[in-house]
């Protein structure tokens, strides 16, 4: 068993030659299939052919594919070894500072070429689209993560990379913009004039996920050439994060851990948290270990712990299928908060069934708390957070903190799954006392969800 002593290991590495060569789909281990998506038009199930005009055919096989393992492409792997296997290291510092007998692991992905998690599934949808002759891909993002990640792997595969940017994280984060142009992407601020879309919304709207998403399907739809690609939320996009929690529970070998108490990963739409926790949930379903797996979600954005479980639009505009989730509704706008990535307002269809099933927990955490723990972890583990995952370590740093009191040593492993060194002025806010809080009223979560579509 691992003690804290000076001189212990704090970083567990993989070997090239140890990387996860196949993706692991959860579906076939649960003790039921998660509902379909439904057209929007009939609802009706829908089939294969109503994505074909925006996803090319591996990655529709992909979403629909009852395999528990489906093989990852020696052109992916290559592009994976430039950053791949991540490290996973052991906070002995943040444990220190704490005085908590508890082991805090967290596995880093803010080694990829974008910062994030992110390029684990840019690289595989770049991949397959070009494989079918798409020539250029339209998507949305947030935080600037996705728009990044999809921007370097399009430019390995030759692709045009369109990016719509949710206007308040577009006017905060420059950098950003600046890094998807330096990829060879090109950027549009979103609500934009190009889409019709767009054009619903006043120009200075500071813009939602939902409404990006609707401009960026828009454009995609009207040609040929021309495919979407989705950043978290659906099936594949999760599949292809496994590769997290595969390395994640070898490396926890190599620090002779046989057992983890908590797995605690921040949720947006998903990925990251389904890719570190899925494959610890099949060895939880198998009885080998026994962990807690918890998501954690901003107060002001909270679609697993406030939102309801039915079928609703991905989008704002409704151009989407429907599918079965935890939703906000499809026309909420949460508030504009630093932790751009989460605000979406529906959760990953798949997450939303797990959680269903009472296989995992959710609880949401306020900005200015994530930005404590953020300030403490960089201060003792050198590592800036994003702030998204910084609600992760929220949640890590309190169940440690409660570990002092009980003297339990619990192993908690948690994703972090982004560096913040582009989100800067949201540290700024903060060390300036300038972050507030501004959760979520009853009265407008009601609201956004009377827009919800009734189905039967
Ligand atoms: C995009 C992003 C998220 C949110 O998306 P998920 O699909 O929920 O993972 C979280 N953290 C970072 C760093 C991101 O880039």
Redesign the pocket.
Known sequence: MATKKPGQQRKFVLDESEMPTRWYNIIPDLPEPPPPPLHPGTHEPIGPDDLAGLFPADLIAQEVTTERYVDIPEEVQDVYRLWRPSPLHRAVNLEKALGTPARIYYKY?GVSPAG???PNTAVPQAFYNAKAGITKLTTET??G??GTALAFASSLFGLECEVWQVGGSYDAKPGRRTLIETFGGTVHRSPSRLTEAGRAYPEDHTGSLGIAISEAVEVAAQREDTNYAL???LNH?LLHQTVIGEEALLQLAKAGEDDVDLVIG????????GGLCFPFLREKLAGRISPEIRAVEPASAPSLTRGEYRYDFGDTAGLTPLMKMHTLGHDFVPDPIH?G??RYHGM?PLISHVYELGLMTATSVDQTACFEAAVQFARTEGIVP?P??THALAVAIQEALACKETGEEKVIVTAL??HGLLDLAAYEAFLSGRMTDSGLSDEALRSALAAVPQIG
């Open positions: 992905e994030s998690h992110k947030g935080a993560q996705w950043g978290s939320v996009v921040c949720t947006g739409g998903g990925s990251n948290f932790a990535g989460l990953a994003a998204e995952p799954c982004g």
